[in-house]
Nanobody
Framework: QVQLVESGGGLVQAGGSLRLSCAASGSIFSINVMGWYRQAPGKQRELVAVITSGGSTNYADSVQGRFTISRDNAKNTVYLQMNSLKPEDTAVYYC?????????WGKGTLVTVSI
């Protein structure tokens, strides 16, 4: 099993920045892709950004150029730097890890962007 714990969410004004962190523990050997997803009220969970163990990244169009995902393999931690935040970025952000094709999820951290 893989345990994921997110931190760094909170309330920020539009245009501001936040950095989310996700610490992985447990059976972390052979975790390939890690990423961030988000779910806004009344909407489906959507991909925000993912990063492979080799450092390749992919972003949703809505966050491209504003958000940066990074990974510290030595610390088993993945980060999401969020800049130029918009009210539509308000959501619960979930960390995800793919290990041998099985998804693991954190409990989520709430990000609220005020006007």
């Amino acid at each position: 099993q893989v345990q994921l714990v997110e931190s760094g969410g909170g309330l920020v004004q539009a245009g501001g920045s936040l950095r989310l962190s996700c610490a992985a523990s447990g059976s972390i050997f052979s975790i390939n892709v890690m990423g961030w997803y988000r779910q806004a009220p009344g909407k489906q969970r959507e991909l925000v950004a993912v990063i492979t163990s080799g450092g390749s990244t992919n972003y949703a169009d809505s966050v491209q150029g504003r958000f940066t995902i990074s990974r510290d393999n030595a610390k088993n931690t993945v980060y999401l730097q969020m800049n130029s935040l918009k009210p539509e970025d308000t959501a619960v952000y979930y960390c995800n890890a793919d290990r041998y094709g099985m998804d693991h999820w954190g409990k989520g951290t709430l990000v609220t962007v005020s006007i």
